[in-house]
Every structure is written in C-alpha cells, then in structure tokens.
C-alpha cells in the first residue's frame, strides 16, 4: 500500500510567486522541447526562466504579466513551437512524461524504424520515434521515446505475430 503525505490545509509555497507572470506550455515535439531555450532567445525572449514540468510542458516565467500575456496573445508567431500556451494562475495540468524503451528481439529482417514504432504505439504515444536502420553498426536493439500518464508502469514482455515462429519481444 502507497503511503500517503497530509499537508496542512494552508500550506502555502513559493511558487505564487509565478503565478500570472508564467506561461504553461506545450511544445509541438520532443525537438522543440530540446531546442526551447535557443527558440526562446532568437525571439528575444532571454530573460526568461524556462522549468519543465515533464512530457511536452514546460513553465517559462517572465519579469512581469504583461511579458507573460505578449507571449500567450501572439505578439510573436509561436505556432512552430507551441501546441498550447496560456498564462499561468496556479492551474493543475495533467501528467505526463517522457519514456525512453529500448526494444529487443525484433527479427533482422523486420529491422524497421516502423516495426519499432508499431511496438512502441501498444505502450504510449510516439514522440520520439525509431531511427532503425540496417547500416547501423548493431541491430541488437532500438529505442523509442514514448509519451505515458502518471499511472504508467513497465509492461510484460509481448510477442510480435510474423509468420512462424513468434519471436518473444523484450522491452
């Protein structure tokens, strides 16, 4: 049984200190999330406080609300980074992060970035996908990153169904 930490009902912390001067958002990709903070300074937004909050969501915290609102309501064309932007008033968000699965056991001769993927699909959503190749020095094993919620836990083993025999997959 999970055990369980009580908070006094008037605990109150720093992060108010935030509230209505920082942008929740959520990038297009996981490259954009990678590449926010050289994003952010090309549009002249350097002096912010970039926080990630897992997944694709990120907390950017500006000097002041009317920085903060500049971003949200477009003064520069974000779209190419962003999927959601909105100011930020202490709202809870759902959770989400970023999962890394390595793959094994998939047969030489379905060695696909889209066979990897296919696989990866049945645990979460793709975000990071398959760069398998045959001209990879090894094939014995891919990685694909996966987007999962807060209740995600490592599954079983699966098979992977292609003519005969059914080779066991190992995630």
């Not at 590449?35 to 000097?63: A, E, N, P």
């Not at 932007?85 to 390595?102: A, D, F, H, P, T």
């Not at 699909?121 to 793709?126: Q, Y």
């Amino acid at each position: 049984m999970a055990q369980v930490v009580t908070l006094p009902d008037d605990a109150y912390f720093d992060v108010v200190q935030w509230y209505d001067k920082s942008v929740w958002g959520k990038t297009i990709d996981v490259t954009q999330l990678c590449c926010l903070r050289k994003s952010l300074d090309r549009g002249g937004l350097k002096d912010v406080k970039i926080r990630y909050l897992g997944g694709l969501h990120v907390l950017i915290t500006f000097k002041n609300y009317t920085e903060a609102i500049a971003l949200v309501e477009g003064r520069y064309n974000w779209a190419h980074v962003f999927s959601n932007l909105e100011v930020w008033m202490g709202q809870e968000y759902s959770y989400e992060r970023i999962v890394w699965i390595k793959i094994f056991g998939v047969p030489v001769h379905l060695w696909e970035a889209h066979v990897f993927d296919k696989i990866a699909t049945l645990i979460g959503t793709v975000v990071a996908p398959s760069h398998a190749k045959f001209d990879y020095g090894s094939i014995v094993n891919d990685t694909v990153g996966i987007m999962v919620g807060k209740d995600w836990s490592s599954p079983e083993p699966l098979t992977l169904k292609w003519r005969t025999p059914n080779p066991k997959v190992a995630r």
